[in-house]
C-alpha cells in the first residue's frame, strides 16, 4: 500500500532536519522518529517531505495515518479504530479483524514484522494514543508528529522545529503570494508581516493566501492593515484552517491550572521568564513554577531559548491575551505587581555588586526577593543575572510608568544604573534617570531625585558633558543633605571630585573627595573608601603627583579586591598601569594593563578591554615598536565603535594617528586625526579637537613645514583655552616653545615656556610645570646664563624624582649635561649624559636614547676621541633613520663630518655636513645657518687645497 498525501511546495527551510532523518531511517539506525512544535509550524509538511524521500527504501507499503490529536471540530482516532483501518490496508478482511486494542495491536504487529514499511502518524495527542500502533519489526519506520514532546518514548529520535528565520520566512510567503515583481516598497511591506508573525508558517500561509487571491491588493496596505489590527489572530483565518482555533485545540488539551499559569505569562511586559519570575507571576514555589514551564514546553505553548529561560511566540501571547479576560482583573494586576516586585528586589541584590558606590536606599538594607531567592551572590552571578534580564527590567520600567507605579520604577531605573553605565547605550540611560528625575520630583521623593540625578550626572560625565554633570550632582549633593542622607552625600561628593578633576579644578576635586573619605570612613563603607581613593590617585596622577597616586590607586585596588568588586579593580589596575607608565616603568605598565585586559575580558566589560587596549597602544608608541601599536590601537578602535562609544572612538582614533606619525606615515597620520576631530566635534569634546590640532602641528614640525607648525600649535592652544582646559593650553605652548626653540625664535620660546610653567603651577600639575622649567633650562643654556639654566634644570629633577617619574628625570639630567659641558666641566656633563641615557634605555625608549648618546658623542669628539665619537654617532645615524627621528639624524651627520674633518677626510665630511644641512633645511631648524656657514668654509678651504 503507498497511501502518502502528495508532496507540498510550501515547504522552505527544513533541508537539515529531513536530510538527518532520512539518513537516520534509510541506514537503519532510527525505528521511530518524532517531529515535535508549536501549532502551525509545518511539521506535517516535513513529515511528508521526509516520507516521500524514504518511500523507496520501504518497498512493502507507506502509510500516513490523520490522528486528529488536535484538528478543531474533530474527536482524536481511538488506537483500536486506527488499527482497523491499517489491517484492512494490509489486505485482512474485516470479518478477521479482532475486537479488542490488545488483540489488534498484536495482530498488526505480526503481520508487519518481516517486512519494510514505513507509517507517519501524524498530530499524534499524546503517547497513549501512538505506543500501540508502533510497529515491532526492525526493518520498519516510524514517524510521529505533534505538538507534545514525547520525553518518555524511548528510542525515539526527536527532532523539534523551530520558527522559520526571516529570510525563509519571506521566501515562503513571496512563494504563495502569487506576486511576480518585488519592488523594495513591497518587499519592505512583507518584511512588516514577516516580523509579525515571526516565522510561523501556518500565519505566513495564510496571509500569502489570501493576497494571491486578491492580485489588485497593494502589499503595503495589507501589511499596514495586518499589523495594525486589534484581532490579528482573527485576521488569520481561512476556511477551516485557522491559528487561532489551532492554539485552541493545544490549550483545550492541558489541566486547567495550567491553562491559568499560560495565560499568565501573557501578563509579562517582556520577553522571556525563567523559573523564579514565573513563581512570582503565579504566586507558587519555584520547583511549581518549574514543572509547569516544562510542561508547557512539552506542549510546545513556550520555546526555551537558552537553559532556564522560555518564551512565548507573539501569536501565542496574543492568544493567551484574549484568554486573559476570564480572570478577575484584580487578580491579574496582583500578579504583575508581584513579578514587577521581584525584578525589583533582585536587581536591587545585583546593582549591589555593579554601582562604584553604595546605592542609597530607605532601607538599612535589601535581602531576600518576594519568591524566596536569595539573589546573586558575587559580581559574575549579578552581571550575568541583570545581563539577562536588561530587557525584561526596561520594560518593567515603562510597565510601572504607564500605571504610575512609582516605587518600583524609582527602585528598577536605580538598580539599572551600573549596568547601563558599563554596557550603555549611555543616550539610553541618561533619557531614563532624566525622566525618573522629573517624576520624582514633581512627586517630592527627595532619595529618588537626589539618585535619579547623580546617576544622570555619571552618564553625562562618561559622554563628556562635565560642566553639566557638575551641576547636576551639586543640586544632588543639597538634596541628600536636605534629607540628611549620609551615604548619598558621600557619593554626589565623591563624583563632583571626579568631575572636577575633569574639568582641571584640582585643589577643589582634592578637598571634595577628602570630604567624601571622612563620611565613607565614619560610616565603615569600604565601597566607597575604595572609590574616594581612586579618584585621588587620578587627580594625583594627572596633577604628577605621581608617589600619591601610587599610594591611593594601590589603596583602592587592594579594597576592591578584598570586597571582591572586578569592574572597579580592573579600572585601578589600568590606571595603575597609566601610573607606571608616566613614571617611566614601562614593564611594570604592560603587566599592569595585560591584567586589566584579562580582567575585563573574563567578566565580560567590553568597555573596559577596550580602553585597556588602548593604553597598551600607547606603550607600544612610547617603547618605539609603532607597527604593534597601530594594530593594537585599530583593534581598540573597532571596540569602541562596536560599542557605539564614539568618544571612545575618537581618542582611539587620535591615537592611531600617533602611531602613523611615530612610524613617519605622515598623510595618513593628518588624515586620522581629521577623522578624530571630527568625531570629537560630533560628541563635544573640545579638549580632543584641540589635541588633535597640536597633533597635526608636530606632523607638520616633523616634516619640516615649522611654520604650519606654528600656526597649528598656536590654534590647539586657543581651543584648550576655549575649552577651559588649562593643562592642555599648557602642554600645546609648551610644544609651540619647542618648535620656536627649535627655529631659533628663543624669545617669543622663553615666554610661551614660561606661561606653560605659570599655568602648570597654578593649577597644580606639577609635571607640565616640570616639563617647562626643563625646556626653560634648555633655552637660558643656549643663552649663555648657566646660572639660570641649572637652576630650572635641577629643580625639575628634584621634582621628577619626588613624582617618581623616571622618563622625565632622564630629560632633567640632559638639561644638566648641557650646562656642564657649558661651564666645560666634560666629565660631569659626560656623567650626566650617561645617566640619562642608562634611564632612557631601561624604561625602554630609544628615541630618548638616541637623543643622550648624541651629546656623548658630541663630547668624545670635542675631546679628540674621534674614535669613540665616529661609533657613537654611526650607530645614532642609524637608530634615527630607523625611527624617522630627523632632527637627531641630523644632528648625527653634523658630528660625523666634524669627526671626518678632524680626521683630514674632507670629501666624507663635506658629503656628510651637506646631507646634514639638507635635513635641518627641510626641517627649518635653527642648526640650519651655521652649518650652512660651516660648509660654505669648508668647501673654501678644500678649494684652496
Keep these: ?24 531511517a534509510a541506514s537503519g539506525h532510527t525505528a521511530i522518529g518524532t517531529i515535535s ?61 479482532p475486537d479488542g486494542l490488545d488483540a489488534r495491536r498484536d495482530l498488526w504487529r505480526d503481520r508487519v514484522s518481516h517486512q519494510r514499511i514505513l507509517v507517519v502518524l501524524d498530530d499524534a495527542r499524546d503517547q497513549g494514543q501512538v505506543d500501540p500502533l508502533l510497529p515491532s519489526g526492525s526493518r520498519c519506520f516510524t514517524l510521529v508528529t505533534s505538538r507534545r514532546r514525547f520525553v518518555a518514548m524511548d528510542d525515539a529520535v526527536p527532532t523539534p522545529l523551530d520558527m522559520l528565520p526571516t529570510e525563509d520566512a519571506t521566501q515562503l510567503f513571496r512563494n504563495l503570494s502569487g506576486r511576480r515583481t518585488w519592488p523594495a516598497a513591497d518587499l519592505a511591506a512583507v518584511a512588516q508581516l514577516v516580523e509579525c508573525c515571526e516565522g510561523l508558517p501556518l500565519a505566513l500561509v495564510l496571509l500569502a493566501g489570501r493576497l494571491a487571491h486578491h492580485p489588485s491588493w497593494s502589499i503595503a496596505d495589507y501589511a499596514a492593515e495586518f499589523t495594525g489590527a486589534e484581532d490579528r489572530l482573527g485576521e488569520l483565518t481561512s476556511g477551516t484552517r485557522a491559528v487561532g482555533a489551532a492554539f485552541e485545540m493545544s490549550y483545550r488539551a492541558v489541566p486547567a491550572g495550567r491553562q491559568q499559569f499560560f495565560r499568565r505569562l501573557a501578563l509579562h511586559p517582556g520577553t522571556d521568564i525563567d523559573a523564579h ?21 512539552e506542549d510546545h505553548f513556550v520555546d526555551e531559548k537558552s537553559p532556564g529561560r522560555f518564551r512565548t511566540h507573539d501569536l501565542l501571547r496574543e ?18 505587581r508581584r513579578l514587577i516586585a521581584h525584578y525589583a528586589d533582585i536587581a536591587e541584590l545585583a546593582e549591589q555588586f555593579l554601582g562604584a558606590t553604595t546605592r542609597p536606599t530607605r532601607r538599612a538594607g535589601v535581602g531576600t526577593a518576594t519568591t524566596g531567592r536569595s539573589g546573586p551572590r558575587d559580581f559574575a552571578a549579578a552581571l550575568r543575572w541583570l545581563r539577562a534580564e536588561r530587557t525584561n527590567l526596561l520594560a518593567c520600567v515603562e510597565y510601572a510608568w504607564g500605571i504610575d507605579h512609582f516605587e518600583h520604577l524609582f527602585r528598577l531605573t536605580s538598580s539599572l544604573a551600573g549596568l547601563l553605565r558599563l554596557d550603555g547605550p549611555w543616550e539610553q540611560a541618561a533619557r531614563l534617570h532624566s525622566r525618573v528625575a522629573e517624576y520624582a520630583r514633581t512627586g517630592g521623593d527627595q532619595l529618588a531625585y537626589g ?29 541628600y543633605r536636605r534629607i540628611e542622607h549620609r551615604t548619598g552625600e558621600g557619593n554626589a561628593l565623591n563624583n563632583i571630585g571626579h568631575v572636577l578633576h575633569e574639568l ?35 587627580v594625583a596622577i594627572i596633577t604628577g603627583d605621581y608617589r600619591t597616586a601610587a599610594a591611593e590607586l594601590t589603596a583602592a585596588r587592594e579594597l576592591y579586591a578584598a570586597i571582591d568588586h572586578p569592574l572597579c579593580l580592573a579600572e585601578t589596575v589600568n590606571e595603575l598601569g597609566t601610573l607606571s607608565r608616566l613614571s617611566g616603568d614601562y614593564p611594570a605598565a604592560v603587566a599592569y594593563h595585560e591584567q586589566a585586559l584579562d580582567l575585563c575580558r573574563t567578566i565580560g566589560n567590553p568597555l573596559g578591554e577596550a580602553q585597556a587596549l588602548h593604553a597598551i597602544g600607547i606603550l607600544h608608541q612610547i617603547t618605539g615598536d609603532y607597527p604593534a601599536a597601530i594594530d593594537v590601537h585599530r583593534s581598540a578602535v573597532a571596540a569602541f565603535r562596536q560599542l557605539g562609544n564614539r568618544r571612545g572612538e575618537a581618542d582611539a582614533v587620535h591615537h592611531l594617528g600617533i602611531g602613523h606619525r611615530l612610524a613617519a606615515d605622515y598623510p595618513t597620520a593628518v588624515a586620522q586625526q581629521d577623522v578624530a576631530s571630527a568625531l570629537a566635534r560630533d560628541t563635544g569634546n573640545p579638549a580632543l579637537q584641540a589635541n588633535c590640532r597640536v597633533e597635526q602641528g608636530r606632523v607638520h614640525r616633523l616634516t619640516g613645514d615649522f611654520a604650519a607648525a606654528a600656526e597649528l600649535l598656536a590654534d590647539g592652544a586657543r581651543l584648550h583655552a576655549q575649552a577651559g582646559d588649562l593643562v592642555g593650553e599648557a602642554y600645546a605652548l609648551g610644544e609651540l616653545g619647542l618648535v620656536l626653540r627649535r627655529r631659533g625664535d628663543y624669545r617669543r620660546a622663553l615666554d610661551l615656556q614660561t606661561r606653560s610653567l605659570t599655568i602648570g603651577r597654578e593649577v597644580g600639575h606639577r609635571i607640565c610645570a616640570t616639563s617647562a622649567l626643563v625646556e626653560l633650562a634648555h633655552l637660558h643654556c643656549t643663552a649663555g646664563d648657566a646660572e639660570a639654566a641649572a637652576a630650572h634644570a635641577d629643580s625639575a629633577l628634584a621634582d621628577y624624582r619626588a613624582a617618581g617619574d623616571r622618563f622625565g628625570e632622564a630629560n632633567a639630567l640632559v638639561a644638566l649635561g648641557r650646562i656642564r659641558d657649558l661651564d666645560d666641566d666634560r666629565d660631569e656633563a659626560g656623567r650626566l649624559f650617561s645617566e640619562a641615557r642608562d634611564i632612557y634605555r631601561a624604561v625602554g625608549t630609544r628615541a630618548g636614547e638616541i637623543y643622550a648618546v648624541n651629546f656623548l658623542a658630541g663630547l668624545a669628539a670635542r675631546g679628540d676621541d674621534l674614535d669613540t665619537a665616529a661609533e657613537l654617532f654611526t650607530g645614532t645615524l642609524a637608530d634615527a633613520a630607523g625611527l624617522h627621528d630627523t632632527y637627531e639624524e641630523a644632528h648625527a ?3 660625523l663630518a ?48
Design 1 to 24: 500500500m503507498h497511501l502518502l498525501p502528495r508532496d507540498l511546495r510550501t515547504l522552505v527551510d527544513r533541508e537539515e532536519v529531513i536530510a538527518s532523518l532520512v539518513t537516520g
Design 37 to 97: 512544535g508549536t501549532a502551525g509550524i509545518g511539521k506535517t509538511a516535513v513529515a511528508i517531505r521526509v516520507a516521500h524521500a524514504l518511500a523507496p527504501h520501504y518497498p512493502d507499503g507507506q502509510f500516513f495515518v490523520d490522528l486528529r490529536g488536535h484538528r478543531p471540530g474533530a474527536t482524536p482516532a481511538e488506537p483500536a479504530d486506527v488499527l482497523a483501518t491499517l489491517l484492512i490496508d494490509l489486505g485482512i478482511h474485516p470479518r478477521h479483524i
Design 277 to 297: 519570575a514565573a513563581a512570582a507571576l503565579h504566586d507558587c514555589s519555584v520547583a511549581t513554577a518549574r514543572r509547569e514551564l516544562e510542561a508547557l514546553y
Design 319 to 336: 492568544y493567551a491575551r484574549t484568554l486573559l479576560a476570564r480572570d478577575p482583573a484584580l487578580e491579574s494586576a496582583e500578579a504583575v
Design 451 to 479: 539618585n535619579a540625578l547623580n546617576d544622570l550626572a555619571v552618564v553625562r560625565d562618561l559622554t563628556g558633558a562635565h560642566a553639566e554633570a557638575r551641576d547636576l550632582l551639586t543640586e544632588a549633593l543639597e538634596t
Design 504 to 538: 582641571g579644578e584640582f585643589d577643589h576635586a582634592r578637598s571634595l573627595l577628602r570630604a567624601a573619605l571622612v563620611i565613607f570612613e565614619e560610616s565603615g563603607d569600604r565601597l566607597g573608601r575604595a572609590t574616594a581613593g581612586y579618584n585621588l590617585g587620578l
Design 893 to 895: 651627520l653634523a658630528g
Design 898 to 945: 666634524e669627526v671626518a674633518r678632524r680626521r683630514g677626510a674632507i670629501d666624507e665630511a663635506l658629503a656628510h655636513l651637506s646631507a646634514a644641512v639638507a635635513l635641518y633645511d627641510r626641517l627649518g631648524a635653527a642648526e640650519h645657518d651655521d652649518a650652512t656657514r660651516r660648509l660654505v668654509a669648508w668647501r673654501a678651504a678644500a678649494a684652496q687645497d
